[in-house]
């Protein structure tokens, strides 16, 4: 017969409320009647009824994150990092995390969030890749469902967000590669809807206006965050003349498809043409030449923003509920050839 909470009042001479509210965290119990509790618990071999906590309490200790992505599978290293650091700050804090992946902008994917809002299924979501109207964002906030997200939004309402300054690093990648002698600068951006975007763009065009060079137009370009976008966007700017002489990704996947249409074009990529991407995924140092690129710590932002929502959760005031960090500038041979 499995061991109840009744077998262990006995044990430990308290009441059944008691031993009930010690084994679920409650800090009305004095520590030293907690860790008694705890330790028969443990000795007794006793099992709680996961499912009958939760209803008591009306929560599933379930996280949902809906992942925006084309196709049954998502190929981006990125997400695969934010989707650890997020799973095993759950796992860390004893919730479960609920993964579905939909296209973004679809009906699929709002669905998807209005499923698991009315139905209940989870306590809290977590967003990433904001958009600069995000439908997401506000149904969350109209339905009061905790959420934190990766990225900021011009949505109306305050919400928890982590979020890496595109703007300072935008920055940063054009002067060095003005630096380096560059006058003639592409960017390959992501998507125009996605609230990052703006802010990248925003950081090159500050940084050529400062050096007092001129953005052409035709060398600003959108992709949409695979590698083949990025070969795409960036064989239609070397096809230019002039062509440019470098070429900003709007993330290192995008980037390696730019490295692969250059090396069609008959360039060698760090001598002829120099290419920088953004986030420092593993594969970044390994590519040939090594990317150039702008490190953010996407474990970590999965588990802070994890942590942030677990907090809301459990009635906890944010001390620093708007996170802004700062990228690294990384420079490899993509930009500057070994000598």
């Known amino acids: 017969m499995p061991v109840t909470l009744r077998d262990i009042a006995e044990k430990v001479g308290y009441s059944?409320?008691?031993?009930?509210?010690?084994?679920?965290?409650?800090?009305?119990?004095?520590?030293?009647?907690?860790?008694?509790?705890?330790?028969?618990?443990?000795?007794?071999?006793?099992?709680?009824?996961?499912?009958?906590?939760?209803?008591?309490?009306?929560?599933?200790?379930?996280?949902?994150?809906?992942?925006?992505?084309?196709?049954?599978?998502?190929?981006?290293?990125?997400?695969?990092?934010?989707?650890?650091?997020?799973?095993?700050?759950?796992?860390?804090?004893?919730?479960d995390l609920l993964v579905a992946t939909h296209p973004p902008r679809s009906a699929n994917e709002l669905h998807a969030y209005r499923r698991?809002?009315?139905?209940?299924?989870?306590?809290?979501?977590?967003?990433t890749r904001t958009r600069v109207h995000d439908e997401r964002i506000a149904y969350l906030l109209e339905q009061k469902v905790p959420f934190a997200t990766f990225g900021r939004s011009e949505v109306e309402g305050d919400f928890p967000w982590v979020d890496v300054d595109g703007e300072a690093g935008l920055v940063q990648v054009t002067r060095h590669l003005i630096q380096q002698g560059h006058r003639r600068i592409a960017i390959i951006l992501p998507p125009a809807d996605l609230m990052f975007s703006r802010f990248r763009e925003a950081g090159f065009r500050r940084a050529m206006a400062e050096s007092e060079l001129?953005?052409?137009?035709?060398?600003?370009?959108?992709?949409?965050?695979?590698?083949?976008?990025?070969?795409?966007?960036?064989?239609?700017?070397?096809?230019?003349?002039?062509?440019?002489?470098?070429?900003?990704?709007?993330?290192?996947?995008?980037?390696?498809?730019?490295?692969?249409?250059?090396?069609?074009?008959?360039?060698?990529?760090?001598?002829?043409?120099?290419?920088a991407g953004f986030d420092d995924i593993p594969m970044a140092e390994h590519t040939t030449p090594p990317l150039t690129t702008l490190r953010q710590p996407i474990y970590e932002i999965g588990r802070r923003l994890c942590r942030m929502l677990i907090a809301l959760l459990r009635g906890e005031t944010l001390e620093h509920p708007h996170v802004l960090l700062q990228p690294e500038l990384v420079i490899r041979q993509s930009t500057v050839p070994e000598a």
Do not use: C, K
Not at 44 to 71: E, K, S
Not at 116 to 127: C, H, P, T, W
Not at 238 to 260: E, F, K, S, W, Y
Not at 264 to 270: A, F
């Open 16 to 95: 059944i409320t008691t031993v009930s509210r010690a084994l679920a965290g409650y800090d009305d119990v004095a520590e030293e009647t907690r860790r008694l509790i705890l330790q028969t618990a443990q000795e007794m071999g006793y099992h709680p009824n996961i499912p009958a906590r939760q209803l008591q309490r009306r929560r599933t200790d379930t996280l949902g994150f809906v992942i925006a992505t084309f196709g049954p599978r998502f190929s981006d290293p990125f997400l695969s990092e934010l989707l650890a650091g997020i799973g095993n700050e759950a796992a860390r804090h004893e919730f």
């Open 116 to 127: 698991l809002v009315r139905g209940r299924r989870v306590d809290g979501l977590i967003i």
């Open 214 to 275: 001129p953005v052409q137009e035709a060398w600003v370009t959108w992709g949409d965050l695979t590698e083949q976008g990025g070969y795409q966007a960036a064989r239609r700017l070397l096809d230019q003349h002039p062509a440019p002489t470098a070429i900003i990704a709007g993330n290192d996947v995008m980037a390696i498809g730019a490295i692969r249409a250059a090396r069609e074009h008959g360039l060698t990529v760090g001598r002829e043409i120099a290419i």
